[in-house]
């Protein structure tokens, strides 16, 4: 039986998600693979992942490193990674195209959050706290998971705000 609003059960994203990868072109399917390289790896595991030949999926890893968004590494065998400064850039000129109004609204969550996790720790800064010294607070996985999520935040601020000074000090040049 079909998932469909008519029978009363909900549709299985994931089986469609699957097909529509199924069904993607292979430059599409070598993409989605290279923007989960965390480390160098060969070409044929990138195919193998991609479901793709290898020649195919060579050609479109070095476009896409021509372009900047992998990095070649080695010659024998070949292998490429994400290129970091890519991902980090294409990150600072979004947070940089936000409108005046976007900005303060996105900061202004990021403060709230930032307060609530100086309030609830009583320090300034994540890398002031041990998530073991703070069991009152719950487990020290919980503690350790706040930790990660208040340096996100963090970074998230700092990042919109030197996007937000560079975008403000480039207006009105010509």
């Given at each position: 039986?079909?998932?469909?609003?008519?029978?009363?059960?909900?549709?299985?994203f994931s089986?469609?998600?699957?097909e529509r990868?199924?069904?993607?072109?292979?430059?599409?399917?070598?993409?989605?693979?290279?923007?989960?390289?965390?480390?160098?790896?060969?070409?044929?595991?990138?195919?193998?992942?991609?479901?793709?030949?290898?020649?195919?999926?060579?050609?479109?890893?070095?476009?896409?490193?021509?372009?900047?968004?992998?990095?070649?590494?080695?010659?024998?065998?070949?292998?490429?990674?994400?290129?970091?400064?890519?991902?980090?850039?294409?990150?600072?000129?979004?947070?940089?195209?936000?409108?005046?109004?976007?900005?303060?609204?996105r900061l202004?969550?990021?403060?709230?959050?930032?307060?609530?996790?100086?309030?609830?720790?009583?320090?300034?800064?994540?890398?002031?706290?041990?998530?073991?010294?703070?069991?009152?607070?719950?487990?020290?996985?919980?503690?350790?998971?706040?930790?990660?999520?208040?340096?996100?935040?963090?970074?998230?601020?700092?990042?919109?705000?030197?996007?937000?000074?560079?975008?403000?000090?480039?207006?009105?040049?010509?």
């Amino acid at each position: 039986m079909t998932d469909t609003p008519s029978s009363g059960r909900p549709p299985d994203f994931s089986t469609s998600f699957r097909e529509r990868l199924d069904e993607a072109p292979a430059d599409d399917r070598v993409y989605r693979v290279a923007l989960e390289l965390t480390e160098p790896t060969r070409v044929s595991e990138i195919a193998t992942r991609a479901e793709c030949a290898p020649n195919t999926a060579r050609r479109h890893l070095t476009r896409l490193a021509d372009i900047g968004v992998l990095t070649q590494v080695g010659d024998d065998p070949i292998r490429f990674e994400r290129n970091e400064a890519y991902f980090e850039w294409r990150r600072q000129r979004r947070l940089a195209s936000l409108s005046e109004q976007e900005y303060k609204q996105r900061l202004g969550e990021l403060l709230a959050e930032d307060a609530a996790y100086r309030d609830t720790y009583g320090v300034d800064r994540p890398g002031a706290l041990d998530p073991l010294d703070y069991h009152d607070y719950g487990d020290p996985e919980q503690v350790w998971l706040d930790i990660t999520s208040w340096e996100a935040i963090q970074t998230e601020i700092r990042d919109l705000r030197q996007a937000h000074d560079n975008h403000s000090e480039h207006e009105g040049l010509a």
